[in-house]
Nanobody, 123 residues
Framework: QVQLVESGGGLVQVGGSLRLSCAASGLTVRSYAMGWFRQAPGKEREFVAAVSWNGDNTYYSDSVEGRFTISRDNAKDTIYLQMSSLKPEDTAVYYC????????????????WGQGTQVTVSS
């Protein structure tokens, strides 16, 4: 029932910036915390950032804090990820998700995922 559509990925140089968007529909997603995850080749999907239901609180992985900013527009059922000072290790497919929360110390979301958007950072 839930549909998540990520967009905004692309190829950027080291130190560059990129803004990702995620449009959600199918459920009352605006009632929940939302977040971003990413998966690099050969690696497990990992948590990147989360934002509380009203946008008042944000959370980031240590690897992106200070460089990435997550935000949301509940009127549009959309969340964003502004990425700056990009590094080659940021290269991955980025996915958004809803109902983001911690379970046994790890960030998790819903059981379904969108198609993701590819971010490639090159020197």
């Amino acid at each position: 029932q839930v549909q998540l559509v990520e967009s905004g990925g692309g190829l950027v140089q080291v130190g560059g910036s990129l803004r990702l968007s995620c449009a959600a529909s199918g459920l009352t997603v605006r009632s929940y915390a939302m977040g971003w995850f990413r998966q690099a080749p050969g690696k497990e999907r990992e948590f990147v950032a989360a934002v509380s239901w009203n946008g008042d609180n944000t959370y980031y992985s240590d690897s992106v804090e200070g460089r990435f900013t997550i935000s949301r527009d509940n009127a549009k059922d959309t969340i964003y990820l502004q990425m700056s000072s990009l590094k080659p290790e940021d290269t991955a497919v980025y996915y958004c998700n809803g109902d983001v929360r911690t379970v046994l110390g790890d960030y998790v979301g819903m059981d379904i995922w969108g198609q993701g958007t590819q971010v490639t950072v090159s020197s």
